[in-house]
């Protein structure tokens, strides 16, 4: 009951606005044990990391020296973007002297990067994508961070962080920022996806949606069909398919983040498949494929490489790539279901030596 002397506060407002993400991290522990308080503290540093990053997107056309490339190629290849770096050095710098993460693996970087003054204590490793899409970042277009937390197992005393190369089952947490509009922070800690959006005036990220759950079907699919050349026939049979028939739309912005929030919101499914130039596709799956993975089972979806559960493939290395298709639960399927019968179809023609029927 509202005390006679007591102004009337709008409570739900109030009440949302001081759901913090830091608030949120503690609430999904049912005691203030030190691994939620470790939890937390890292999430406060990802987030710090967040604000760091949008704020120098924000403001990236009008800064010299932020936009275009270093002429530095990456581990994978490619050539590598000064938001690249910088993003990379914000993750390095918000967990120095944290005590909580020794290491850091992350796409920018050959080998994990170990921070002396956290180890051994830090018993986390952090696997992030510091900027994802970063073809979209010099024209001002959605981008987004990838991150996924591991227990690190053992002393890793030779430094090659072998405890990294197991299953994804194996984070404990894992989320994006997408850096939109405005900018969203969605994680899940294994018990459910929650997403947060940054409010500037406040610097802080206020609770948007709690548990999300992805429809069990949506109209889009996200591929780059510039690829079609270079596909496996079950995928061109699958694009077929949906080109033929009614109910579908094509959407992608060239940034995993954007489309996957699309897809987590509204349904549907994303898939980067193996090309002829990289049969393993091109996305990554430690800091890539696995954490998204964690969040759409989490939001009731499905990720697949096409013929396992992505969470249970298991690198075999920190660089490791993966065919990716992900989303909701039907679509997988419908993806999956092609990639079978194109198999089964291959091997019968294989063994009979008959010609191989399209099947669409
Ligand atoms: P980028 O290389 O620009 O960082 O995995 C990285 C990624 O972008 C994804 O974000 C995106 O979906 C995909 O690659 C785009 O690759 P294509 O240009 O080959 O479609």
Redesign the pocket.
């Known amino acids: 009951m509202q005390h006679p002397q007591q102004p009337v506060i709008p409570e739900q407002s109030l009440d949302r606005d001081c759901t913090t993400l830091s608030r949120h991290v503690l609430q999904q522990f049912s005691s203030f044990t030190p691994e939620a308080q470790d939890i937390s503290a890292i999430m406060n540093r990802i987030a710090l990391a967040a604000k760091l990053i949008s704020r120098r997107l924000s403001r990236a056309g009008l800064m010299a020296g932020t936009l275009g490339f270093t002429g530095e190629t990456n581990v994978q290849g490619?050539s590598v973007k000064k938001m690249d770096v910088y993003a990379n050095d914000v993750f390095i710098s918000v967990f120095k002297q944290s005590g909580l993460v020794c290491r850091l693996a992350s796409?920018e970087m050959d080998q994990p990067y170990y921070i002396p003054e956290n180890c051994p204590i830090g018993r986390y490793t952090l696997l992030y994508?510091p900027?994802?899409?970063?073809?979209?970042v010099d024209i001002n277009l959605n981008?987004?961070s990838i991150f996924s937390i591991r227990q690190q197992e053992g002393e890793d005393l030779d430094g090659e962080a072998k405890d990294l190369l197991q299953s994804g089952d194996k984070q404990i947490a894992s989320g994006y920022v997408l850096y939109g509009p405005s900018t969203v922070f969605v994680y899940s800690l294994g018990k459910g996806v929650h997403s947060f959006i940054l409010d500037p005036s406040l610097g802080e990220f206020i609770l948007a949606e709690e548990n999300i759950q992805i429809p069990e079907h949506g109209a889009v699919y996200s591929v780059?069909e510039?690829?079609y050349w270079q596909w496996d026939e079950s995928i061109r049979e699958y694009i077929r398919y949906v080109h033929r028939h009614e109910g579908y739309t094509a959407r992608?912005?060239?940034?995993?983040?954007?489309?996957f929030h699309r897809i987590l919101l509204q349904g549907g499914v994303?898939l980067?498949p193996g090309t002829t130039n990289k049969p393993e596709g091109?996305?990554?799956l430690l800091y890539?494929s696995a954490p998204l993975a964690m969040l759409i089972e989490q939001a009731g979806g499905k990720a697949s490489t096409g013929t396992q559960r992505l969470l249970d493939a298991v690198p075999d290395k920190l660089h490791a790539r993966t065919p990716l298709v992900i989303g909701s639960q039907q679509d997988v399927e419908l993806v999956e279901s092609f990639i079978t019968d194109w198999t089964r179809r291959k091997s019968d023609s294989e063994e009979t030596g008959t010609a191989k029927v399209a099947k669409v």
């Open positions: 490619e796409e994508d900027i994802d899409g970063s073809s979209n981008v987004g780059n510039g690829n992608y912005s060239g940034a995993l983040v954007g489309d994303f980067y091109k996305i990554r890539e």
